[in-house]
Protein backbone atom coordinates (compact mmCIF):
# COMPACT_ATOMS: atom_id res chain seq x y z
CA UNK A 1 0.00 0.00 0.00
CA UNK A 2 3.15 1.98 1.25
CA UNK A 3 4.59 1.76 -2.12
CA UNK A 4 1.40 2.04 -4.14
CA UNK A 5 0.75 5.93 -2.36
CA UNK A 6 4.72 6.53 -3.20
CA UNK A 7 4.39 5.76 -6.58
CA UNK A 8 1.26 7.60 -7.31
CA UNK A 9 2.72 10.28 -5.94
CA UNK A 10 6.05 9.90 -7.98
CA UNK A 11 4.56 9.45 -11.24
CA UNK A 12 2.20 12.99 -10.66
CA UNK A 13 5.33 14.82 -10.16
CA UNK A 14 6.76 13.10 -13.17
CA UNK A 15 3.92 14.72 -14.92
CA UNK A 16 3.90 17.58 -13.99
CA UNK A 17 7.31 17.96 -14.88
CA UNK A 18 7.09 16.87 -18.79
CA UNK A 19 3.74 18.72 -19.00
CA UNK A 20 5.08 21.96 -17.94
CA UNK A 21 8.94 21.55 -17.95
CA UNK A 22 10.07 22.18 -14.58
CA UNK A 23 12.00 20.06 -12.23
CA UNK A 24 10.82 18.31 -9.07
CA UNK A 25 12.13 20.15 -6.66
CA UNK A 26 11.00 23.37 -8.32
CA UNK A 27 7.41 21.90 -8.14
CA UNK A 28 7.87 21.18 -4.77
CA UNK A 29 7.48 25.01 -4.04
CA UNK A 30 5.17 25.52 -7.09
CA UNK A 31 2.29 23.30 -5.92
CA UNK A 32 1.97 20.96 -8.62
CA UNK A 33 -0.91 19.93 -10.22
CA UNK A 34 -2.48 19.58 -13.90
CA UNK A 35 -4.19 22.47 -16.73
CA UNK A 36 -8.10 22.56 -17.01
CA UNK A 37 -9.38 23.59 -20.57
CA UNK A 38 -10.77 26.61 -19.23
CA UNK A 39 -7.18 27.85 -17.08
CA UNK A 40 -5.43 27.27 -20.65
CA UNK A 41 -6.98 30.23 -22.64
CA UNK A 42 -6.37 32.38 -19.73
CA UNK A 43 -3.24 34.01 -20.37
CA UNK A 44 0.00 33.90 -18.03
CA UNK A 45 1.13 30.81 -16.66
CA UNK A 46 -0.87 27.61 -16.29
CA UNK A 47 -2.79 26.78 -13.36
CA UNK A 48 -0.56 23.97 -11.20
CA UNK A 49 -3.23 24.18 -7.99
CA UNK A 50 -6.60 23.90 -8.95
CA UNK A 51 -9.35 24.48 -11.65
CA UNK A 52 -10.01 28.01 -10.99
CA UNK A 53 -10.27 30.67 -13.15
CA UNK A 54 -8.13 33.92 -12.31
CA UNK A 55 -11.06 35.42 -11.73
CA UNK A 56 -12.45 32.91 -9.44
CA UNK A 57 -8.75 32.26 -7.69
CA UNK A 58 -8.56 36.19 -6.89
CA UNK A 59 -11.71 35.42 -4.34
CA UNK A 60 -9.07 33.54 -2.63
CA UNK A 61 -6.24 36.61 -1.67
CA UNK A 62 -7.67 37.85 1.21
CA UNK A 63 -6.51 37.01 4.29
CA UNK A 64 -9.82 37.82 5.86
CA UNK A 65 -13.33 36.69 4.59
CA UNK A 66 -17.27 37.37 5.91
CA UNK A 67 -18.12 33.68 7.09
CA UNK A 68 -21.54 32.63 6.05
CA UNK A 69 -21.51 28.78 7.01
CA UNK A 70 -19.26 25.99 6.88
CA UNK A 71 -20.91 24.16 3.61
CA UNK A 72 -19.46 27.10 2.04
CA UNK A 73 -16.53 26.99 3.36
CA UNK A 74 -15.94 23.06 2.69
CA UNK A 75 -16.48 23.68 -0.68
CA UNK A 76 -14.54 26.58 -1.54
CA UNK A 77 -11.53 24.90 0.28
CA UNK A 78 -11.39 21.47 -1.24
CA UNK A 79 -12.48 23.35 -4.43
CA UNK A 80 -9.21 25.85 -4.05
CA UNK A 81 -6.43 23.39 -2.89
CA UNK A 82 -7.04 20.71 -5.42
CA UNK A 83 -7.56 19.60 -9.03
CA UNK A 84 -10.43 16.87 -10.07
CA UNK A 85 -7.79 15.27 -11.84
CA UNK A 86 -3.99 14.89 -11.92
CA UNK A 87 -2.06 15.25 -14.81
CA UNK A 88 -1.75 11.24 -15.08
CA UNK A 89 -5.31 11.16 -14.46
CA UNK A 90 -5.22 10.44 -10.54
CA UNK A 91 -8.01 11.16 -8.73
CA UNK A 92 -7.52 13.96 -5.99
CA UNK A 93 -7.66 13.14 -2.37
CA UNK A 94 -9.08 15.07 0.33
CA UNK A 95 -9.82 14.42 3.90
CA UNK A 96 -12.48 16.49 5.90
CA UNK A 97 -12.85 16.42 9.40
CA UNK A 98 -15.51 17.71 11.76
CA UNK A 99 -17.34 19.48 8.91
CA UNK A 100 -20.67 18.80 7.05
CA UNK A 101 -20.42 16.98 3.60
CA UNK A 102 -19.13 19.15 0.62
CA UNK A 103 -21.61 19.59 -2.13
CA UNK A 104 -20.76 16.50 -4.26
CA UNK A 105 -21.68 18.10 -7.50
CA UNK A 106 -19.70 20.63 -7.00
CA UNK A 107 -16.72 18.48 -6.55
CA UNK A 108 -17.15 16.35 -9.54
CA UNK A 109 -15.12 13.26 -9.27
CA UNK A 110 -12.91 14.16 -6.25
CA UNK A 111 -12.27 11.40 -3.91
CA UNK A 112 -13.27 12.93 -0.07
CA UNK A 113 -12.95 10.93 3.19
CA UNK A 114 -15.40 12.62 5.98
CA UNK A 115 -15.72 11.96 9.51
CA UNK A 116 -18.26 14.87 10.19
CA UNK A 117 -18.21 13.93 14.57
CA UNK A 118 -17.49 16.99 16.41
CA UNK A 119 -15.74 15.09 19.27
CA UNK A 120 -12.08 15.96 19.42
CA UNK A 121 -10.83 12.92 20.73
CA UNK A 122 -12.92 10.51 17.77
CA UNK A 123 -11.27 13.01 15.46
CA UNK A 124 -7.70 12.37 17.31
CA UNK A 125 -8.07 8.69 17.10
CA UNK A 126 -9.12 8.55 13.43
CA UNK A 127 -6.07 11.17 12.56
CA UNK A 128 -3.54 8.19 14.37
CA UNK A 129 -5.66 4.84 12.84
CA UNK A 130 -5.35 6.73 9.38
CA UNK A 131 -1.86 7.15 10.32
CA UNK A 132 -1.26 3.07 10.74
CA UNK A 133 -2.95 2.46 7.40
CA UNK A 134 -0.38 4.58 5.71
CA UNK A 135 -3.30 6.64 3.85
CA UNK A 136 -2.01 9.98 1.95
CA UNK A 137 -4.03 12.84 0.88
CA UNK A 138 -3.78 15.88 -1.07
CA UNK A 139 -5.88 18.01 1.12
CA UNK A 140 -7.01 18.16 4.91
CA UNK A 141 -9.44 20.44 6.28
CA UNK A 142 -9.51 20.10 10.17
CA UNK A 143 -12.48 21.84 13.15
CA UNK A 144 -11.11 22.14 16.34
CA UNK A 145 -13.59 24.78 16.97
CA UNK A 146 -16.00 22.92 19.23
CA UNK A 147 -16.96 24.12 23.18
CA UNK A 148 -14.03 21.46 24.29
CA UNK A 149 -11.48 23.70 22.97
CA UNK A 150 -12.58 26.84 23.06
CA UNK A 151 -13.39 26.53 27.35
CA UNK A 152 -10.03 24.84 27.69
CA UNK A 153 -7.66 25.68 25.18
CA UNK A 154 -4.87 23.75 27.39
CA UNK A 155 -6.58 21.04 25.10
CA UNK A 156 -4.83 22.28 21.97
CA UNK A 157 -0.80 22.06 23.88
CA UNK A 158 -2.05 18.66 25.44
CA UNK A 159 -2.81 17.14 22.20
CA UNK A 160 -0.91 19.22 19.48
CA UNK A 161 1.85 16.43 18.99
CA UNK A 162 -0.30 13.69 18.37
CA UNK A 163 -2.38 15.91 16.20
CA UNK A 164 0.08 17.82 13.77
CA UNK A 165 2.45 14.50 13.54
CA UNK A 166 -0.35 12.96 11.81
CA UNK A 167 -1.17 15.26 9.73
CA UNK A 168 2.21 15.66 7.94
CA UNK A 169 2.36 11.79 7.82
CA UNK A 170 -1.17 11.62 6.02
CA UNK A 171 -0.64 14.80 3.11
CA UNK A 172 1.52 13.51 0.17
CA UNK A 173 4.86 16.09 0.06
CA UNK A 174 4.37 19.75 -0.22
CA UNK A 175 0.60 19.14 -0.13
CA UNK A 176 -1.50 21.43 1.84
CA UNK A 177 -3.68 20.94 5.02
CA UNK A 178 -6.41 23.72 7.05
CA UNK A 179 -7.11 23.94 10.66
CA UNK A 180 -9.52 26.00 12.02
CA UNK A 181 -10.07 27.11 15.40
CA UNK A 182 -11.51 29.91 17.09
CA UNK A 183 -10.55 32.92 17.36
CA UNK A 184 -11.74 35.07 20.75
CA UNK A 185 -10.28 38.75 21.07
CA UNK A 186 -10.61 38.77 24.96
CA UNK A 187 -8.75 35.56 25.94
CA UNK A 188 -5.62 33.02 25.56
CA UNK A 189 -4.95 33.13 22.21
CA UNK A 190 -4.75 29.56 21.22
CA UNK A 191 -4.53 29.92 17.14
CA UNK A 192 -1.27 30.94 17.73
CA UNK A 193 -0.21 28.71 20.23
CA UNK A 194 -1.46 26.01 18.08
CA UNK A 195 0.81 28.05 15.06
CA UNK A 196 3.61 27.98 16.84
CA UNK A 197 3.70 24.43 17.96
CA UNK A 198 2.86 23.20 14.30
CA UNK A 199 5.97 24.41 12.67
CA UNK A 200 7.60 21.70 14.40
CA UNK A 201 5.84 19.36 12.02
CA UNK A 202 4.96 21.77 8.79
CA UNK A 203 5.35 25.09 7.40
CA UNK A 204 3.17 27.79 8.49
CA UNK A 205 2.15 28.98 5.14
CA UNK A 206 -0.50 31.83 5.89
CA UNK A 207 -3.73 32.60 7.73
CA UNK A 208 -7.25 33.79 6.87
CA UNK A 209 -9.92 34.89 9.65
CA UNK A 210 -13.29 34.01 8.95
CA UNK A 211 -15.19 37.32 10.21
CA UNK A 212 -18.56 36.78 12.15
CA UNK A 213 -20.11 40.35 14.37
CA UNK A 214 -17.42 42.38 15.54
CA UNK A 215 -18.77 41.24 18.88
CA UNK A 216 -18.42 37.73 18.24
CA UNK A 217 -15.57 34.88 18.07
CA UNK A 218 -14.63 34.71 14.47
CA UNK A 219 -12.54 31.90 13.17
CA UNK A 220 -8.93 31.64 12.66
CA UNK A 221 -7.51 29.26 9.84
CA UNK A 222 -3.59 28.61 9.66
CA UNK A 223 -2.79 27.06 6.38
CA UNK A 224 0.18 24.37 7.03
CA UNK A 225 2.42 22.69 4.02
CA UNK A 226 3.91 19.13 4.23
CA UNK A 227 7.73 20.76 4.50
CA UNK A 228 10.00 21.47 6.75
CA UNK A 229 9.58 25.07 8.62
CA UNK A 230 13.02 26.94 9.20
CA UNK A 231 11.93 28.92 11.82
CA UNK A 232 12.79 27.91 15.56
CA UNK A 233 9.44 26.85 16.49
CA UNK A 234 8.67 26.64 20.61
CA UNK A 235 6.20 25.20 22.24
CA UNK A 236 3.56 28.11 23.93
CA UNK A 237 1.30 26.77 26.23
CA UNK A 238 -1.28 29.17 28.34
CA UNK A 239 0.38 29.14 31.69
CA UNK A 240 3.23 30.75 30.07
CA UNK A 241 1.59 34.22 29.32
CA UNK A 242 -0.28 36.55 31.69
CA UNK A 243 -3.98 37.43 30.72
CA UNK A 244 -5.74 40.06 31.98
CA UNK A 245 -9.01 39.58 33.50
CA UNK A 246 -12.08 39.51 30.45
CA UNK A 247 -13.80 42.93 29.93
CA UNK A 248 -16.47 42.05 27.46
CA UNK A 249 -17.23 44.63 25.30
CA UNK A 250 -14.12 46.90 25.76
CA UNK A 251 -13.04 46.36 22.46
CA UNK A 252 -14.89 44.48 19.42
CA UNK A 253 -12.69 41.37 17.91
CA UNK A 254 -12.21 43.59 14.40
CA UNK A 255 -12.89 46.75 12.87
CA UNK A 256 -12.87 48.27 9.78
CA UNK A 257 -12.24 52.02 9.83
CA UNK A 258 -11.78 54.08 6.11
CA UNK A 259 -9.19 55.66 5.76
CA UNK A 260 -8.78 58.97 4.59
CA UNK A 261 -6.97 60.35 1.18
CA UNK A 262 -3.60 60.95 3.04
CA UNK A 263 -2.13 64.96 1.77
CA UNK A 264 1.05 65.35 0.15
CA UNK A 265 3.43 65.77 3.52
CA UNK A 266 1.70 62.94 5.34
CA UNK A 267 2.08 60.32 1.82
CA UNK A 268 6.18 60.56 2.35
CA UNK A 269 5.63 58.09 4.96
CA UNK A 270 5.36 54.63 4.20
CA UNK A 271 3.45 52.89 7.15
CA UNK A 272 0.68 55.62 8.12
CA UNK A 273 -2.78 54.26 9.92
CA UNK A 274 -5.81 56.23 10.21
CA UNK A 275 -7.07 58.15 13.33
CA UNK A 276 -10.00 56.54 13.27
CA UNK A 277 -8.54 53.57 14.28
CA UNK A 278 -6.39 54.95 17.30
CA UNK A 279 -9.51 57.33 18.35
CA UNK A 280 -11.42 54.28 19.35
CA UNK A 281 -8.84 52.76 21.40
CA UNK A 282 -7.74 56.38 23.14
CA UNK A 283 -11.72 56.65 24.01
CA UNK A 284 -11.94 53.24 25.15
CA UNK A 285 -9.10 53.13 27.74
CA UNK A 286 -8.60 56.91 29.20
CA UNK A 287 -10.86 59.74 30.03
CA UNK A 288 -10.67 63.32 28.65
CA UNK A 289 -7.24 65.42 30.43
CA UNK A 290 -4.95 61.96 30.31
CA UNK A 291 -2.07 61.92 28.23
CA UNK A 292 -1.46 59.32 25.73
CA UNK A 293 2.03 58.95 24.49
CA UNK A 294 3.75 57.05 20.87
CA UNK A 295 7.03 56.45 21.32
CA UNK A 296 7.53 56.18 17.36
CA UNK A 297 5.01 58.54 16.35
CA UNK A 298 5.51 58.86 12.73
CA UNK A 299 3.03 61.76 11.15
CA UNK A 300 1.49 62.48 13.47
CA UNK A 301 -1.63 60.21 13.99
CA UNK A 302 -1.67 59.18 17.40
CA UNK A 303 -1.08 62.64 18.71
CA UNK A 304 -3.47 64.03 16.07
CA UNK A 305 -6.52 61.28 17.58
CA UNK A 306 -5.28 62.26 21.28
CA UNK A 307 -6.07 66.11 20.47
CA UNK A 308 -9.21 65.10 19.29
CA UNK A 309 -10.47 63.11 22.46
CA UNK A 310 -9.37 66.12 24.67
CA UNK A 311 -6.16 64.09 25.68
CA UNK A 312 -2.93 65.54 25.82
CA UNK A 313 -0.29 63.82 23.68
CA UNK A 314 3.40 63.03 23.52
CA UNK A 315 5.02 61.90 20.53
CA UNK A 316 8.76 61.36 19.87
CA UNK A 317 10.33 60.39 16.28
CA UNK A 318 13.79 59.74 14.88
CA UNK A 319 13.32 61.29 11.34
CA UNK A 320 13.21 65.24 12.01
CA UNK A 321 11.71 65.19 8.40
CA UNK A 322 8.43 63.26 10.47
CA UNK A 323 8.89 65.50 13.15
CA UNK A 324 8.46 68.50 11.26
CA UNK A 325 4.95 67.36 9.21
CA UNK A 326 3.87 66.10 12.93
CA UNK A 327 4.22 69.60 14.27
CA UNK A 328 2.33 71.23 11.14
CA UNK A 329 -0.41 69.23 11.39
CA UNK A 330 -0.96 69.42 15.57
CA UNK A 331 -0.36 73.00 15.07
CA UNK A 332 -3.36 73.05 12.65
CA UNK A 333 -5.15 70.51 14.80
CA UNK A 334 -4.65 72.84 18.31
CA UNK A 335 -5.98 76.00 16.56
CA UNK A 336 -9.41 73.83 15.40
CA UNK A 337 -9.76 72.76 19.27
CA UNK A 338 -9.07 76.44 20.79
CA UNK A 339 -12.26 75.26 22.97
CA UNK A 340 -10.44 72.21 24.52
CA UNK A 341 -7.73 73.01 27.05
CA UNK A 342 -5.23 70.29 25.96
CA UNK A 343 -1.83 70.07 25.13
CA UNK A 344 0.92 68.33 22.33
CA UNK A 345 4.81 67.77 23.38
CA UNK A 346 6.70 66.74 20.14
CA UNK A 347 10.14 65.71 20.41
CA UNK A 348 13.22 64.58 18.20
CA UNK A 349 14.51 61.14 19.44
CA UNK A 350 15.05 57.39 19.56
CA UNK A 351 12.39 55.09 20.89
CA UNK A 352 14.74 53.76 22.97
CA UNK A 353 15.87 56.66 25.04
CA UNK A 354 12.05 57.41 25.82
CA UNK A 355 12.69 57.01 29.70
CA UNK A 356 15.43 59.81 29.70
CA UNK A 357 13.22 61.96 27.03
CA UNK A 358 10.25 61.81 28.96
CA UNK A 359 12.26 62.12 33.04
CA UNK A 360 9.28 61.78 35.57
CA UNK A 361 6.60 62.70 32.98
CA UNK A 362 3.57 60.02 33.41
CA UNK A 363 1.72 57.96 30.79
CA UNK A 364 -1.87 57.55 31.15
CA UNK A 365 -1.97 55.40 27.64
CA UNK A 366 0.82 54.61 24.96
CA UNK A 367 -0.41 53.51 20.99
CA UNK A 368 1.88 53.36 19.16
CA UNK A 369 3.08 51.08 15.43
CA UNK A 370 6.76 50.31 14.78
CA UNK A 371 8.41 49.56 11.60
CA UNK A 372 7.21 45.92 10.65
CA UNK A 373 10.93 44.80 11.00
CA UNK A 374 12.62 45.37 7.26
CA UNK A 375 9.62 44.77 5.87
CA UNK A 376 9.31 47.82 3.56
CA UNK A 377 12.82 47.23 2.16
CA UNK A 378 12.36 43.33 1.20
CA UNK A 379 13.89 42.93 -2.36
CA UNK A 380 10.74 42.23 -4.37
CA UNK A 381 8.42 43.41 -2.30
CA UNK A 382 5.46 44.84 -3.96
CA UNK A 383 4.85 47.92 -1.65
CA UNK A 384 7.96 48.80 -2.05
CA UNK A 385 7.87 48.59 -5.70
CA UNK A 386 4.56 50.62 -5.65
CA UNK A 387 6.72 53.46 -3.37
CA UNK A 388 9.66 53.25 -5.69
CA UNK A 389 7.37 53.87 -9.28
CA UNK A 390 6.25 56.89 -7.23
CA UNK A 391 9.41 58.39 -6.08
CA UNK A 392 8.49 57.51 -2.39
CA UNK A 393 10.71 56.53 0.24
CA UNK A 394 10.96 53.11 0.88
CA UNK A 395 12.19 53.08 3.80
CA UNK A 396 11.58 55.34 7.32
CA UNK A 397 15.27 56.75 7.17
CA UNK A 398 18.42 55.88 6.74
CA UNK A 399 19.59 55.36 10.32
CA UNK A 400 21.52 53.19 11.33
CA UNK A 401 19.82 53.33 14.90
CA UNK A 402 16.43 53.43 13.09
CA UNK A 403 14.26 50.35 14.03
CA UNK A 404 13.27 49.30 10.68
CA UNK A 405 17.48 49.37 9.50
CA UNK A 406 18.08 46.43 11.59
CA UNK A 407 18.64 42.75 9.57
CA UNK A 408 18.60 40.18 12.25
CA UNK A 409 14.68 39.57 13.34
CA UNK A 410 16.21 38.41 17.36
CA UNK A 411 17.73 41.95 17.11
CA UNK A 412 14.86 43.87 16.13
CA UNK A 413 12.61 41.93 18.24
CA UNK A 414 15.08 42.17 21.19
CA UNK A 415 15.22 45.61 20.55
CA UNK A 416 11.08 46.67 20.69
CA UNK A 417 10.41 44.42 23.45
CA UNK A 418 13.19 46.64 25.16
CA UNK A 419 11.57 49.71 23.88
CA UNK A 420 8.22 48.75 25.74
CA UNK A 421 10.08 47.65 28.75
CA UNK A 422 10.63 51.47 29.01
CA UNK A 423 6.97 52.67 28.07
CA UNK A 424 6.36 50.31 31.41
CA UNK A 425 8.34 52.39 33.69
CA UNK A 426 6.23 55.12 32.49
CA UNK A 427 2.54 53.97 32.29
CA UNK A 428 0.69 54.52 35.06
CA UNK A 429 -0.35 51.27 37.29
CA UNK A 430 -3.40 49.30 35.49
CA UNK A 431 -3.00 51.64 32.43
CA UNK A 432 -2.86 50.14 28.79
CA UNK A 433 -0.57 49.82 25.91
CA UNK A 434 -1.68 49.39 22.12
CA UNK A 435 0.98 47.75 19.62
CA UNK A 436 -0.33 47.91 16.14
CA UNK A 437 1.51 45.57 14.21
CA UNK A 438 1.41 42.86 11.32
CA UNK A 439 3.42 39.01 11.27
CA UNK A 440 5.93 39.74 8.21
CA UNK A 441 6.53 37.19 5.08
CA UNK A 442 10.00 37.16 4.18
CA UNK A 443 12.29 34.75 1.56
CA UNK A 444 8.71 32.59 1.97
CA UNK A 445 9.20 31.95 6.04
CA UNK A 446 6.35 33.85 8.31
CA UNK A 447 8.17 35.41 10.88
CA UNK A 448 5.39 35.95 13.56
CA UNK A 449 6.15 39.59 14.95
CA UNK A 450 2.94 39.99 16.51
CA UNK A 451 2.50 36.76 18.57
CA UNK A 452 5.90 36.94 19.49
CA UNK A 453 5.25 40.42 20.79
CA UNK A 454 2.91 38.62 22.65
CA UNK A 455 4.50 36.15 24.23
CA UNK A 456 7.64 38.24 25.23
CA UNK A 457 5.54 41.09 26.63
CA UNK A 458 2.69 39.11 28.67
CA UNK A 459 5.54 36.25 30.19
CA UNK A 460 5.62 35.71 33.28
CA UNK A 461 7.43 38.19 35.48
CA UNK A 462 7.06 40.75 32.67
CA UNK A 463 5.50 43.97 33.11
CA UNK A 464 2.49 43.66 31.25
CA UNK A 465 -0.40 40.98 31.05
CA UNK A 466 -2.00 40.50 28.09
CA UNK A 467 -5.77 42.33 27.88
CA UNK A 468 -6.18 41.31 23.69
CA UNK A 469 -6.27 41.71 20.33
CA UNK A 470 -8.66 43.33 17.74
CA UNK A 471 -8.18 42.98 14.15
CA UNK A 472 -7.70 45.86 12.04
CA UNK A 473 -9.33 45.00 8.31
CA UNK A 474 -8.89 46.64 5.42
CA UNK A 475 -11.45 46.29 3.47
CA UNK A 476 -10.44 49.28 0.44
CA UNK A 477 -7.13 48.27 -0.45
CA UNK A 478 -6.83 46.62 -4.12
CA UNK A 479 -6.27 42.73 -4.10
CA UNK A 480 -2.65 41.63 -5.63
CA UNK A 481 -2.13 38.49 -7.93
CA UNK A 482 0.45 36.81 -5.76
CA UNK A 483 1.50 33.93 -7.31
CA UNK A 484 -1.21 33.14 -9.26
CA UNK A 485 -1.43 29.23 -10.86
CA UNK A 486 1.62 28.31 -9.08
CA UNK A 487 1.52 28.14 -5.22
CA UNK A 488 -0.76 30.85 -2.66
CA UNK A 489 0.44 33.74 -0.84
CA UNK A 490 -2.58 35.45 0.39
CA UNK A 491 -2.77 39.40 0.55
CA UNK A 492 -2.37 40.29 4.59
CA UNK A 493 -5.28 43.12 4.55
CA UNK A 494 -5.41 42.45 8.82
CA UNK A 495 -3.24 43.83 11.60
CA UNK A 496 -2.91 43.12 14.92
CA UNK A 497 -3.96 45.87 17.48
CA UNK A 498 -2.53 44.22 20.78
CA UNK A 499 -3.47 45.35 23.83
CA UNK A 500 -1.57 44.78 26.82
CA UNK A 501 -2.45 45.76 30.91
CA UNK A 502 0.41 47.35 33.06
CA UNK A 503 0.08 44.79 36.07
Known amino acids: MAEQESRSHNNRTAAISTLFGHTAEELAHARPGANSVATLKRKGPPNRMN ?8 KFQKSFFRFTGWQQFVDDSVSFFTKELWPDGAVSKSLVLGFPPPTQQLMGSRSIELNATSDLEAITADLRQRCGGQQKFDFILLNLTPKAVSNNPSYLCDQHTSILRSLRALLFKSRYCCVITQWDANSFPDPWALAASSRQFLKLRDETIGLNGPFQPSYYCLFLQAEDDCSNPEDWHPDQTQIAASEPGRFPTWVMPKSPPRKADEINHPAKFPE ?31 LGSARNAVGIDLNPRFVAVAGERISAKTLSLLEKPTNAKIMEGDARDVVRLLGKEKIDYCVTSPPYWSMLS ?93 LWCQDDVGLKPFAVGIYWVSNTLHTYCLHFRRR
Open 51 to 58: DLSYRDWM
Open 276 to 306: KLVTDFIEAFTVPGETILDPMMGTGSTLVAA
Open 378 to 470: NEGSENQKARRDRHLPTVYSESKTDLGNIEDYESFLGTLISIYDGVGKLLKRGGYLTVVVKNIKRNHTIYPLGWDLVRRLAANGSKFEFAGTT
